[in-house]
């Protein structure tokens, strides 16, 4: 079926099953793929995007119930945010400089996660920062350096 | 052939959708259903109750609260009433997944899936709940105790919807829940218990003791709640909720626990309950 959406503030318009995954829609016909696949079944969260600025997996969505939503991907993630110019926010920023990525399938969905966090709670406690990344498995990193770098960022007061 | 996607607007138009298509899949936050899609073959249609304002609204009525079964576990973790008078229900879904399930799962879907290991349904049985459910050919209720039927199977009839979960209140005063997964967040349960009991908790009156992810649905033991009925919590009385535990259920071991594990770590949880009554009055 035809599927309207509204991805990182654009309109596009695709021909997918209705219950096409998100992730495969925003990949391979949108052609975003920052947006990363990890396990498929929810668990790992390297394919977290917004939808309506709440994190979501997108592998666990199926296309159609998205129609009239706003989208955001790791793509847009520094536009929505007001950082357009920049190309990366505070939050960004911070992982590449504490070292909180490292093969990085995991940065997209943790940045996005993260990126919610802070803007509902600018200074959450380092419980509460491993709590809301708790949906965002990491093989690389062992976390720690993820966790600094989020810290850091709602430190900073601008993420 | 393509997938048919029918979004009803309203409930009427979900009846009228489940009875005219039998055949097409029920889907909410799609976090049960969409697990392994693309390993299965399509199917014919589905009815997509995301979002269907009828059934994602919580009011707190006449003694009973009213879940709508298509509210998301954020929500229900928002609501005021669920924290004051079911904290039980409000810790369990906490630990529900992670923010990203949270974000889409929906009691309707733990209740329609009916897994042994759906982590609610211990809860509603603890906490006497009523679903509602409804087709174009009426409404019924139907208490929790009696629609899961056996492995995945429920009375939810080929036609009907699930429209609300209902808890009755003032809700019992004492409540307790725990669940044991390999780690805190996104861990299917080896073994979840549910409880509660009615007044302060000196002495217990209307025991329930429910457990889920040691049969194949979620069971009460009645033996094991006779036994607390009307009891003093004490040291004693918890040594005898272990060994009660032990003639009541026969666990099983698969791929995420054994058998003796699973065991053990249900007679710890419900001697847990009357050791943390035994704590509240010291
Ligand atoms: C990574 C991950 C972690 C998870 N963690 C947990 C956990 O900790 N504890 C737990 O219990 N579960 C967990 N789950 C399972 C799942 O999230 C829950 O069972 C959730 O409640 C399903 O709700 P849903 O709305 O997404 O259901 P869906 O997938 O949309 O539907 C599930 C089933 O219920 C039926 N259904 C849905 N709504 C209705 C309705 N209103 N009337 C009739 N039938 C209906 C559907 O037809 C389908 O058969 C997890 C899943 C994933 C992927
Ligand atoms: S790919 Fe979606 S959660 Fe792992
Ligand atoms: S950086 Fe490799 S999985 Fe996180």
Redesign the pocket.
């Known amino acids: 079926m035809k599927i309207e959406l509204q991805v990182n503030g654009e309109t596009r318009v695709v021909e997918a099953s209705p219950i096409a995954r998100l992730l495969d829609v925003l990949r391979e016909e949108i052609h975003l793929t920052g947006t990363k696949e990890g396990c498929g079944?929810?668990?790992c969260g390297a394919c977290t995007i917004l939808i309506d600025g709440e994190p979501v997996?997108s592998c666990?969505v199926p296309v159609a119930q998205v129609q009239g939503c706003e989208l955001t991907t790791i793509e847009g993630l520094a536009a929505s945010c007001g950082y357009a110019e920049a190309g990366a926010t505070p939050l960004q920023t911070a992982i590449v400089e504490w070292g909180g990525t490292q093969c990085g399938i995991c940065t997209p969905g943790i940045a996005v996660c993260a990126q919610a966090l802070l803007r509902d709670e600018p200074a959450p406690s380092r419980a509460r920062i491993r709590e809301a990344l708790a949906?965002n498995l990491c093989r690389c990193t062992g976390y720690q350096l993820i966790v600094d770098a989020v810290a850091a960022a709602a430190e900073g007061g601008q993420s | 052939m393509s997938t048919a996607y029918l979004k009803p607007a309203s409930l009427e138009d979900a009846y009228t959708a489940r009875a005219e298509h039998p055949d097409y899949?029920?889907?909410?936050?799609?976090?049960?259903?969409?697990?392994g899609i693309l390993h299965r073959p399509a199917p014919v249609g589905v009815i997509d109750?995301?979002g269907l304002s009828a059934?994602t609204g919580i009011e707190a009525g006449e003694g009973v609260l009213r879940i709508g079964?298509?509210a998301t576990?954020a929500v229900v973790l928002t609501d005021a009433t669920v924290s004051e008078s079911f904290p039980s229900l409000r810790t369990c879904v906490s630990?529900?997944?992670?923010t990203q399930?949270q974000a889409?799962?929906?009691?309707?879907?733990?209740?329609?899936?009916s897994?042994p290991?759906?982590?609610?349904l211990p809860v509603l049985l603890a906490l006497d709940a009523i679903l509602e459910l409804g087709s174009s050919r009426g409404t019924r209720k139907v208490a929790y105790a009696e629609f899961c039927t056996g492995y995945r199977q429920t009375l939810?009839k080929e036609d009907?919807?699930?429209?609300a979960i209902e808890l009755p209140l003032p809700s019992p005063g004492v409540q307790f829940w725990r669940k044991v997964?390999t780690r805190k967040a996104?861990?299917?349960?080896k073994v979840m218990v549910a409880a509660s009991a009615r007044g302060s908790g000196e002495t217990l009156t209307d025991v329930r003791l429910a457990m889920g992810a040691v049969a194949d649905r979620p069971i009460r033991l009645g033996a094991v709640e006779a036994l607390l009925e009307g009891q003093v919590p004490s040291l004693e009385l918890a040594e005898q909720v272990r060994a009660a535990v032990a003639d009541a259920i026969t666990p099983i071991s698969d791929l995420r626990s054994t058998a003796p594990y699973r065991l053990r770590s249900a007679q710890n949880l419900a001697a847990r309950f009357v050791l943390q009554r035994v704590e509240a009055q010291a």
């Open positions: 079944e929810g668990e997996n666990l949906g | 899949v029920l889907l909410a936050g799609g976090t049960d259903y969409m697990v109750l995301f059934l079964a298509a576990y630990e529900i997944g992670a399930i889409r799962g929906t009691l309707g879907g733990n209740i329609g899936t897994s290991v759906g982590d609610t939810l009907e919807v699930i429209v997964g996104q861990a299917i349960s």
